[in-house]
């Protein structure tokens, strides 16, 4: 599995329920990225979707402990064990994170990629991704030439798990 976020130099990925900062050209490589996906986000995740509609050509995959939420098109889920038990026969490279924080941090130890947009820039955040550069499990394995939205700069970067990260392996084994 992958995780895809954008975050600032301090790993923040958003504030008060929404995206920290929107960049076209991120957008276009989220959308090529999670395309013909399964995607995996939290309820709030999905909320904050334009007119909390599913994410058009992919598999929406929500999880929520709340009963009452069903919105149509969405596969929900109430645990993190039923996401992985349904999604055990999709190919691993074909499953997506996409937040929130706290779906970002029960699913890194089954991911083994992170494509990051970074932002060189520090916002006011209150919800974090996990800091893989003080990860002993991950490296920056690929990071894009600077790039600038007006006058915010930012690259991406794909951030790998080191082969053989015991959580990993025996999670997904």
Not at 17 to 38: A, N, S, Y
Not at 117 to 134: E, I, S
Request: overall charge positive.
């Amino acid at each position: 599995m992958r995780m895809v976020a954008l975050t600032d130099r301090k790993w923040a990925i958003g504030k008060g329920g929404d995206l920290l900062v929107r960049i076209p050209k991120d957008h276009q490589l989220f959308l090529q990225e999670t395309l013909g996906c399964h995607v995996v986000m939290g309820r709030k995740t999905f909320e904050s979707l334009p007119g909390k509609q599913p994410l058009y050509g992919r598999i929406n995959v929500v999880l929520s402990k709340d009963p009452s939420f069903s919105p149509k098109g969405v596969m929900i889920c109430r645990s993190m064990e039923e996401v992985l038990k349904r999604l055990a026969d999709v190919p691993r490279d074909r499953i997506c994170v996409i937040g929130g924080e706290s779906i970002y941090r029960q699913f890194l130890p089954y991911c083994s990629t992170a494509d990051i947009t970074a932002v060189d820039y520090v916002y006011d955040g209150d919800r974090f991704f996990p800091d893989l550069d003080r990860d002993p499990e991950w490296k920056l394995a690929a990071e894009s030439e600077e790039e600038t939205y007006f006058d915010l700069a930012f690259t991406f970067r794909q951030y790998k798990r080191i082969a053989g990260g015991k959580k990993h392996m025996q999670q997904i084994s």
